[in-house]
């Protein structure tokens, strides 16, 4: 199946590490390179914060503005266009993203949780497109989630903590998308329990 898929040489993984995913231990990470992969209906991949950091400075600033990181063009589009304007903008842009190979081989493990600070849907279409998952995904983004109540409603649950926001959840004022300078000052806001929980989950 891997070969299929096209991935012909697997990393180097640790015996223990190994040990600890077939038990379901693991607690899964994903950042920005989790979804570099991943591409739109048009053959368009993800953006890096470099890239992205770009499009945003030609689309709200209307010039390149050369090296300047992410945050920095972000809060810059946010103040001649608006927070609103520049998440629609984004969600736009990461929905037309489909699931890589490597997302649709997550729902085939066993995992304690998995968080990220990805924007994305990517994991939730994963999910979504496979007809056996081994667990029930649920996301979580905010702080008065019924965390509890929702695993026990379902047979094989797995928290998806959502650390820095969600598309899905780009006009909720309480848990904006954490992109500008102020957001990252504020980034636990709305949201300590996520945090609270992955650090507990790292603790055992």
Not at 34 to 48: F, L, N, T
Not at 77 to 82: D, E, N, Q, R, W
């Amino acid at each position: 199946e891997l070969a299929a898929m096209g991935i012909t040489e697997l990393p180097k993984i640790p015996t223990a590490l190994i040990e600890s995913m077939k038990r379901g231990h693991v607690v899964l990470f994903l950042g920005a390179g989790a979804s570099m992969e991943a591409q739109s209906g048009e053959g368009k991949r993800a953006p890096s914060a470099a890239e992205l950091a770009q499009e945003l400075a030609e689309k709200f600033i209307g010039q390149d503005l050369g090296d300047i990181d992410l945050m920095q063009v972000a809060e810059m589009a946010m103040t001649t266009s608006g927070d609103h304007v520049v998440f629609d903008w984004i969600r736009a842009e990461l929905k037309k993203l489909k699931p890589s190979q490597a997302h649709l081989l997550l729902p085939t493990f066993r995992w304690h949780k998995i968080a990220t600070t990805n924007y994305d849907v990517l994991v939730e279409d994963a999910y979504g497109a496979t007809d056996q998952p081994v667990q029930d995904l649920l996301p979580f983004v905010k702080n008065n989630q019924p965390i509890e109540i929702r695993k026990s409603e379902v047979l094989k649950p797995l928290e998806y903590l959502k650390l820095h926001g969600c598309v899905e959840h780009a006009f909720d004022t309480e848990i904006p998308l954490v992109l500008d300078p102020s957001h990252y000052e504020q980034y636990k806001e709305n949201r300590y329990r996520l945090f609270d929980r992955l650090r507990d989950a790292a603790h055992e």
